[in-house]
């Protein structure tokens, strides 16, 4: 190891710390059931590039490839280390179990190679889709990863030192088993499910007692009529929400003001694991507190006669993390007295929700740095695309979440590629696309499955106390008299948004005037090649000095 690096390697333990510290890197398995081998990654939707962080506990060669069936056989792979000579990486390609050879496209950028306590760990960078016919084609779905490595510096054969792991690195969702999982399930119990189409059902009830604060940090669908069941949301309620019910929902009963959302399933989706260092927080001083569970039934059959029991089931512990999670909603206010319709037989029309987080600090001050790291999108049946744009100054600086071939029966929490930070002041605008070519009448916003929603539920942390954050536009603006479609469309955008910031005792604020900013092109997903005048040292030299600069502004503080 050179004297140098030595210096660093008690910075180390940070800049290489896991899902609180590296934004970029939020992901992270072990390879191998010893942890010996362990990758971190995380991508960047708006640049289409994936970035990976592989350490192992060797001072060798280390290797990781992505392969077709686990094995060498035509696996995309990239080999370096930390040899006598200063650092070595590149790109290759095995035809078979033989010793791969190195690719004429180099895809791969090396960020930086450091050995350090017996570990070396390596951080590199290509496009998730690359140009070259060589290059593993990375798509949303388990992909087998395999890994050797070595116990010296002479890439060579790597004996029993290698192993292969699935991993869906486009769709990651963590999951551990604690051995002493606690957890309780919020459900209904043989309620009926009426024979119409859509049907909600409320259950508002309290949480079993827990006299001092815990974090619920896995939500578990635990559903009886999979061919029914929707979605379901959590929601907590307002302190005067005082008695439990269960019944139809949106009837005026009081529960109907629960609408901070605490934990969500939709359909399609699966169990879901927050962050290592964040959980919802339950108990403790809340604990007297009511939640209302929603079920959203479709039954388009209408069938008759079904009992259901169906329900989340919630994993908490007394262990608890750094952050508080808090889900905002954004997108088009869902309820209200301003009705606005899409029009029939549009192929492509846009609903906008904007949140102009500005506002903010009328209701909370200080307001953090909000950071955002899951997603979920939601419309009804005419949705067709959602995409959630973040601005900065007035600029587009990101998605939050795009699904441009949105699908009503896939309503799944997507952990972003990133942790992506919403500075006070930023906004938020929420773009539904809907197809109502089959339609013969207006649709309106509204919560039957035939009118339409166009909402985000963004998941971040640390907690503020501010549940909803959504707009419609002021159609008391509109003049009466009809409009083509398109015209109605720029009519629409045009017009002011009333915005509704709501916090979790359920009291609204309304702002007017503001507007809608257009959201960018989604980057379309050609083909990158990655640029590969392969500089080992220099990139990662950079970082390093960047981290000295600023222990030494800490030092002097
Ligand atoms: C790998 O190395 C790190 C740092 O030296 C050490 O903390 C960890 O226990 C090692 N893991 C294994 C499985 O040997
Ligand atoms: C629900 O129905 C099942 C089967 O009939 C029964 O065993 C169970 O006790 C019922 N649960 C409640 C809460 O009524
Ligand atoms: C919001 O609710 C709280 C508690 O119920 C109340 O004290 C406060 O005045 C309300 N604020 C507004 C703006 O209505
Ligand atoms: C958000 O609020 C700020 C401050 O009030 C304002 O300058 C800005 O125009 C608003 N943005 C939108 C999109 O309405």
């Not at 686990?70 to 200063?86: E, F, K, Q, S, W």
């Not at 051995?179 to 043989?190: Q, R």
Request: aromatic share 10%; hydrophobic share 35%.
């Amino acid at each position: 190891m050179p004297p140098q690096l030595g210096f660093l390697s008690i910075l180390l333990a940070w800049t290489t710390g896991a899902w609180a510290t590296d934004h970029n890197l939020p992901f992270m398995e072990y390879l191998d059931a010893d942890r010996v081998v362990c990758l971190k990654w995380g991508f960047d939707e708006l640049q289409g590039d994936i970035t990976f962080q592989l350490t192992v506990n060797s001072t060798g060669w280390v290797g990781f490839g992505l392969s077709p069936q686990g094995n060498m056989v035509r696996a995309d792979i990239v080999m370096g280390g930390y040899g006598p000579a200063g650092s070595y990486f590149a790109d290759y390609y095995a035809e078979g179990n033989a010793m791969p050879l190195k690719d004429e496209e180099q895809s791969y950028n090396l960020l930086s190679m450091i050995e350090n306590d017996g570990q070396t760990i390596m951080t590199f960078q290509r496009s998730i889709k690359t140009c070259d016919e060589k290059d593993f084609h990375i798509t949303p779905q388990p992909i087998k990863l395999i890994y050797a490595y070595g116990v010296t510096d002479d890439i060579g054969y790597h004996r029993s030192r290698r192993g292969t792991k699935e991993v869906n690195l486009l769709n990651y969702m963590p999951r551990s088993n604690p051995p002493d999982a606690k957890y309780f399930t919020l459900k209904v119990e043989n309620i009926t499910v009426p024979s119409k189409k859509t049907y909600y059902h409320c259950k508002v009830m309290q949480l079993p007692d827990l006299p001092k604060k815990h974090h619920i940090y896995l939500v578990e669908p635990d559903i009886e009529h999979l061919d029914i069941v929707h979605h379901m949301l959590l929601y907590h309620c307002p302190s005067f929400v005082n008695e439990p019910y269960d019944k139809q929902c949106y009837m005026g009963d009081v529960g109907d003001a629960c609408f901070g959302v605490v934990a969500s399933w939709g359909v399609g989706g699966g169990a879901y694991e927050l962050p290592e260092n964040t959980g919802i927080p339950i108990g403790g001083e809340s604990s007297d507190r009511f939640y209302r569970l929603e079920i959203h039934y479709n039954n388009p059959q209408e069938k008759e006669g079904i009992t259901d029991s169906s329900g989340l089931r919630l994993y908490y512990t007394d262990k608890l993390r750094q952050h508080d999670v808090g889900v905002l909603t954004t997108g088009v206010l869902p309820v209200g007295q301003m009705q606005y319709g899409i029009p029939p037989r549009a192929t492509q029309f846009h609903s906008y929700g904007i949140c102009n987080t500005s506002l903010f600090s009328q209701l909370v001050n200080p307001i953090p740095d909000l950071q955002v790291f899951s997603v979920l999108l939601h419309t009804h049946l005419a949705g067709r695309k959602v995409r959630v744009g973040h601005f900065r100054n007035g600029k587009q600086i990101d998605f939050l979440g795009v699904n441009e071939n949105y699908d009503f029966d896939m309503q799944e929490i997507v952990n972003l590629g990133s942790i992506k930070t919403v500075k006070p002041g930023d906004e938020i605008i929420v773009e539904c696309t809907y197809n109502t070519e089959d339609r013969t009448k207006d649709t309106l916003m509204g919560l039957s499955t035939t009118d339409e929603m166009c909402l985000a539920f963004l998941f971040y942390y640390p907690a503020v106390d501010i549940t909803s954050c959504t707009s419609r536009p002021n159609t008391l603006l509109l003049s009466t008299t009809t409009a083509q479609p398109d015209e109605y469309q720029s009519l629409m955008n045009n017009l002011p948004q009333i915005q509704y910031i709501s916090d979790a005792r359920s009291n609204y604020s309304v702002y007017r005037d503001g507007m809608v900013r257009e959201v960018m092109k989604t980057p379309a997903a050609v083909c990158k090649s990655t640029n590969t005048a392969s500089r080992p040292c220099s990139s990662w030299m950079l970082k390093a000095g960047g981290i000295i600069l600023s222990l030494l502004l800490v030092a002097l503080m």
